[in-house]
């Protein structure tokens, strides 16, 4: 297998632009890849401003930032976005049959050495990697929001990733600062496996009334040192997002803790997502971002 030098990212969104913008930072040629040309104008957009943030803080000069963005090209063509690249990293929705699309796309676009990796954060890699003809190339880049900044990257192996593969991944993984970890190929993996379920509680705590936002959100900072509370991780997650992982999780074990609350199920139909609707357990409009809302979604 080649060194990884040329490297492409599906999805401009908040994870694909994270991805894309560590990679170029240190060094690699990045297609970053949306079929949406404002998405890639507004994932550029967001990687040039977290640069001005990092010279801010004096972690990188201007000619740092340029040589990063130098290294990222974007492209609206999936096609021509993988081709010559030595590693792709989808960064789509979290959504399986679209994933499985992506990766039938791959597998007839990109050579057959070519590192196919997903960022996904709970579906199954297995599943994912029946959609190539050589699953063993597949593998499980599960990256933490922001990228630029959280060291952690959950490693998946499928049933059939070769170990040549998962050497690789944990090379380059080292070789752009960060620490990566194996996990197995189960439904939400660790960190969602175990973080979802208190997400939940939290959000079932809500709906029964236990206690307000603010005060189940103080409770868990200031208590069990979390540096944010369940609720407002969840909104900057994506209400949409929990949602969906819970699900991956309740349909793989069957097991009613995995169920989602019903209230979480009512914010993401009346399109409260968090962050990205500007509300969600909070108000982040304009004129209220990061306020507490009183009560508003108590049962």
């Known amino acids: 297998m080649t060194k990884i030098k040329n490297i492409a990212v599906i999805g401009a969104g908040t994870m694909g632009s994270g991805i894309a913008h560590t990679f170029a930072q240190f060094g690699y040629s990045v297609g970053l890849i949306d079929i949406s040309e404002d998405s890639l104008k507004k994932g550029m957009t967001t990687i040039s401003k977290n640069l001005d943030r990092m010279i801010a ?3 990188i000069t201007e000619e740092d930032k340029a040589k990063t963005l130098a ?9 021509k976005g993988v081709n010559n690249v030595d590693l792709v990293v989808e960064a789509a929705t979290e959504n399986e049959s679209l994933k499985l699309k992506i990766f039938k796309d791959l597998g007839d676009y990109c050579s057959e050495d070519t590192i196919l990796a997903t960022n996904t954060s709970s579906i199954s890699i297995t599943k994912i990697a ?23 990257v959950e490693v998946i192996k499928g049933y059939s990733t070769s170990n040549e593969v998962l050497k690789a991944v944990f090379g380059l993984s080292e070789a752009v600062g960060k620490v990566p970890v194996e996990v197995n ?3 939400g993996f660790i960190a969602n496996r175990i973080l979802m379920p208190m997400i939940n509680e939290a959000i079932e705590s809500l709906y029964n009334g236990v206690a307000g936002v603010y005060e189940i959100d103080t409770v868990m900072k200031l208590g069990m040192a979390h540096p944010m509370g369940p609720l407002q ?9 929990c949602l969906s ?5 309740y349909d793989g074990f069957k097991n009613p803790k995995y169920a989602p609350c019903p209230l979480l199920v009512n914010m993401v139909t009346a399109g409260k997502r968090g962050v990205k609707s500007e509300e969600g357990f909070y108000d982040y409009s304009e004129s209220r971002k990061a306020e507490k809302v009183a009560g508003q979604f108590q049962k």
């Open 130 to 152: 029946t959609a190539v003809s050589n699953p063993e190339r597949v593998i499980g880049m599960h990256f933490m929001n922001p990228v630029p900044i959280m060291k952690l």
């Open 185 to 187: 190929d189960y439904p």
């Open 233 to 241: 991780l969840a909104d900057f997650i994506g209400l949409d997002v």
């Open 57 to 59: 803080k004096e972690r």
């Open 245 to 249: 992982i819970l699900n991956v999780m």
């Open 71 to 79: 290294n990222i090209t974007t492209h609206t063509d999936l096609q």
